[in-house]
């Protein structure tokens, strides 16, 4: 059955420092990967996605993520974090044919 | 598009009544996902419709929700009777195809129930 682990529900970074947000996951075939972000009184939205081919995809706002196999992780990054990132993020896994699981999100604080 | 929209934005009723949430998807997308948001148990997933037929409702709590989906642009979520732990945010989300593989899921605002 697939799962996914996001370490830590809060994140705190200084304001032009690097944005690190761990998810690991678990499935028994090749997985999609996603990350959402769910910004105050608001729905989630996706930031990015693996599906097949590339292993670090690049999404909106200058997040990135990188999927490595070996380590079933899918950690999302940033080099600079901006006080607009402040939010919620949320890693889900999906296999074909499943609904996607959504871990239970990492709480981005961003310090001016 | 006007994206996925849901109504009404907040809802404040006694515990014991009725309650009911309304949510349009995309035009086109032929899943819906309803989800439900707590502090204490996060995002979970209540029911999924693929083509307006119920997939998966082995996330609905309690035989007091039901969740319908007549046509292809209106769904409803209800609650009878309402209790207090029942207040969260519901989320209505759809997406292209079938639930799962490498479908996005787009996410209406959000009801935010309140039961008192």
């Known amino acids: 059955a697939q799962s996914v682990t996001q370490l830590g529900s809060h994140v705190s970074v200084s304001e032009g420092a690097l944005v690190l947000l761990r998810c690991n996951y678990s499935?028994?075939?090749?997985?999609?990967l996603f990350w959402y972000v769910q910004y105050p009184n608001q729905g989630l939205q996706l930031l990015l996605k693996?599906?097949?081919?590339?292993?670090l995809v690049k999404g909106i706002n200058g997040f990135e993520a990188e999927f490595k196999k070996s380590e079933t992780s899918f950690h999302l990054t940033k080099p600079s974090a901006h006080m607009s990132d402040a939010a919620e993020y949320f890693c889900?896994?999906?296999?074909?044919?499943?609904?996607?699981?959504f871990g239970t999100g990492t709480k981005l604080q961003v310090i001016p | 598009d006007a994206g996925v929209i849901q109504s009404p934005r907040h809802e404040v009723t006694e515990m014991g009544q009725e309650v009911t949430l309304r949510c349009k998807p995309i035009?086109?997308?032929?899943?819906l996902f309803w989800y439900r948001q707590t502090m204490m148990r996060g995002l979970e997933l209540l029911i999924y419709?693929?083509?307006?037929?119920?997939?998966?409702d082995s996330g609905m709590p309690e035989d007091r929700f039901s969740a319908k989906m007549p046509n292809a642009s209106f769904s409803t979520l209800k609650i009878q009777p309402s209790e207090p732990r029942d207040s969260a945010v519901y989320f209505c989300?759809?997406?292209?195809?079938?639930?799962?593989?490498?479908?996005?899921?787009?996410f209406g605002p959000g009801t935010r129930l309140t039961v008192l």
């Open positions: 989300a759809s997406s292209l195809g079938l639930a799962g593989g490498n479908n996005e899921q787009f």
């Open positions: 419709f693929n083509n307006n037929v119920p997939i998966d």
């Open positions: 499935s028994s075939v090749p997985p999609y």
């Open positions: 035009s086109g997308h032929n899943s």
């Open positions: 693996y599906t097949t081919g590339a292993t």
């Open positions: 889900a896994v999906s296999e074909l044919g499943q609904k996607v699981t």
